[in-house]
C-alpha cells in the first residue's frame, strides 16, 4: 500500500515527440506528488510536482495529470529533446511517517 | 549555497570492511536522509532524521547505522561491509512538512558515493 508503481521501465522518442511516463499509487493519503529527473553520474532532482486539488500542473514543457479517482498520476515531455535523456522517477512523502517512497525509474532516450 | 556535498565519491571495500559516507547540507533542513540506487529497483530508504538528536529506520536499514548530532552533517556507517552493499548511496534533505498531512518536503540529493564490495 506504500507503494508508486511506474511504467515503462524505458522509453525511446524522437525529438520533437511526447514522452509519457505513468505512475499508480495505492495509499491515498498521500498529498505530495513530485517527479525526479536524473542525469549519469548525477543525484536526482526536483523537476515538477503536483498536488491532488488539482488535475494538471504545467511547467515549461513539462506537464503533470493527476486522477484522483484511477490513483494514477503521469508526466508529460511536449516536443522532447535530447538534452531531456534522463532517468525520471516518481515519488511520494508517505504522511506523518517521515518516508519518502520513489518509483523504479524510467530510462528516456531522445533521438535527434 | 553548496547544497548537498557527499564525500567520498567512489570507494572500494574489502569484505568485513568498515567506512563512513559523509553527508552535509547548508541549507538548515531538518529532515535527512541516505538511500540507496540498484540497477531496476529505484532509490530505497536506508535511514533518516527528522532533526538532530533524531534518527529511524527506512525500508532497508540493516548493515547500517547512522547518527544526526547536527543540523547538518548525517554520516552513515557501514559496520562489515558485504558485497551486497556494492551500490550508490545518496543523500538528500528537506524541510520536514510540506502539507498539513505532514510528510518531508522535495528532496535535494547530494551526486552519490559509489561504493563497490570486493
Known amino acids: 500500500q506504500q507503494q508508486v508503481k511506474q511504467s515503462p521501465q524505458s522509453l525511446i522518442v524522437q525529438k520533437g515527440g511526447i514522452s509519457i511516463i505513468n505512475c499508480a499509487y495505492e495509499?491515498?493519503?498521500?498529498?505530495?506528488f513530485p517527479w525526479y529527473q536524473q542525469f549519469p553520474g548525477k543525484g536526482p532532482a526536483l523537476l515538477i510536482a503536483?498536488?491532488?486539488?488539482?488535475s494538471e500542473k504545467k511547467e515549461g514543457r513539462f506537464t503533470i495529470s493527476f486522477n484522483k479517482s484511477a490513483k494514477q498520476f503521469s508526466l508529460h515531455i511536449m516536443d522532447s529533446q535530447p538534452g531531456d535523456s534522463a532517468t525520471y522517477f516518481c515519488a511520494a512523502p508517505i504522511p506523518r511517517a517521515y518516508k519518502y517512497i520513489f518509483g523504479t525509474g524510467t530510462r528516456l532516450k531522445v533521438l535527434a | 549555497n553548496a547544497g548537498v556535498t557527499q564525500t567520498p565519491k567512489f570507494q572500494v571495500l574489502k569484505t568485513g570492511q568498515s567506512m563512513t559516507l559523509q553527508c552535509a547540507q547548508d541549507m538548515n533542513h531538518e529532515y535527512m536522509s541516505w538511500y540507496r540506487q540498484d540497477p531496476g529497483m529505484g532509490l530505497r530508504l536506508i535511514h533518516y532524521?527528522?532533526?538532530?538528536?533524531?534518527?529511524d529506520q527506512g525500508e532497508v536499514p540493516n548493515g547500517y547505522n547512522v547518527s544526526r548530532s547536527t543540523t547538518e552533517d548525517f554520516p552513515l556507517r557501514l559496520l562489515s561491509a558485504a558485497p551486497s552493499q556494492t551500490s550508490v548511496y545518496f543523500c538528500a534533505s528537506s524541510y520536514t512538512k510540506v502539507s498539513t498531512n505532514g510528510g518531508p518536503g522535495a528532496q535535494h540529493f547530494g551526486d552519490g558515493t559509489r561504493l563497490s564490495i570486493l
Open positions: 495509499n491515498t493519503a498521500f498529498d505530495y
Open positions: 503536483i498536488r491532488p486539488d488539482v
Open positions: 532524521s527528522v532533526g538532530a538528536g533524531i534518527t
